[in-house]
Every structure is written in structure tokens, then in C-alpha cells.
């Protein structure tokens, strides 16, 4: 089981950068790949972002392309999400994810964070 801790949550204007940091422990960290969702209010759970084992492979949504960066840092067991000209429809608790195996796969989800909460005003 994989134990995962999301920080960098805040409050941020239309236009402004963010970075989440997600912290990972339990298991060998390069081992799988990590993802980014998350879930605004009244709304489902909605896939952001996610990456390879080794900083391969990244996957994002359409609406976050241009304005996001996933990346890892295995020797820091951590993945960090940096969110570039922030709307305010990018308001939404942010959770990490880490699936079971090295390559990402929205199936094989293994763990989940308690989420972050961004929040953009306009």
C-alpha cells in the first residue's frame, strides 16, 4: 500500500501559477506511475494529469494541455503538479494517485491522497 500526502494547495487570482506537491511512501516509488484528478463542486472526479515510472510518458487532460506540467522526482519520492494561467474553473480539491504498475493506467489505480484544495478567484 502506497501512503500519499498532497501540499501546495491555496487560494491564487485568475492567471497565476500553482505547484502541488504530492509525497509518496510504502513502496518503492519508481515502481509505479502517479496521476493527478480532481473534483469541483457538484462534479465527478475528472483525470488532470499523469506520468511514467521514469519520467518517461506524461497524459494530460485537454483542458489543462499548455498550462501544466506533471514531473517526479524519484530520489525525493514525490510528484509535483505545476498549474501555469490558472482559471477559475481550475478550482477543485486535487488529488495524487498512484497506480500499481510503472505505466499509467486509469484501471489500475492503486492508492489515492486527501486532496488539496486550489482555489481560483477571478
Known amino acids: 500500500q502506497v501512503q500519499l500526502v498532497e501540499s501546495g494547495g491555496g487560494l491564487v487570482q485568475a492567471g497565476g501559477s500553482l505547484r502541488l506537491s504530492c509525497a509518496a511512501s510504502?513502496?518503492?516509488?519508481?515502481?509505479?506511475?502517479m496521476g493527478w484528478f480532481r473534483q469541483a463542486p457538484g462534479k465527478e472526479r475528472e483525470f488532470v494529469a499523469a506520468?511514467?515510472?521514469?519520467?518517461?510518458?506524461?497524459y494530460y487532460e485537454d483542458s489543462v494541455k499548455g498550462r501544466a506540467t506533471i514531473s517526479r522526482d524519484n530520489a525525493k519520492n514525490t510528484v509535483y503538479l505545476q498549474m501555469n494561467s490558472l482559471r477559475p474553473e481550475d478550482t477543485a480539491v486535487y488529488s495524487c494517485?498512484?497506480?500499481?504498475?510503472?505505466?499509467?493506467?486509469?484501471?489500475?489505480?492503486?492508492?489515492w491522497g486527501q486532496g488539496a484544495q486550489v482555489t481560483v478567484s477571478s
Open positions: 494517485a498512484a497506480a500499481r504498475t510503472r505505466f499509467w493506467s486509469m484501471k489500475d489505480i492503486g492508492s
Open positions: 506520468i511514467n515510472w521514469n519520467n518517461g510518458a506524461t
Open positions: 510504502g513502496r518503492t516509488f519508481s515502481n509505479y506511475a
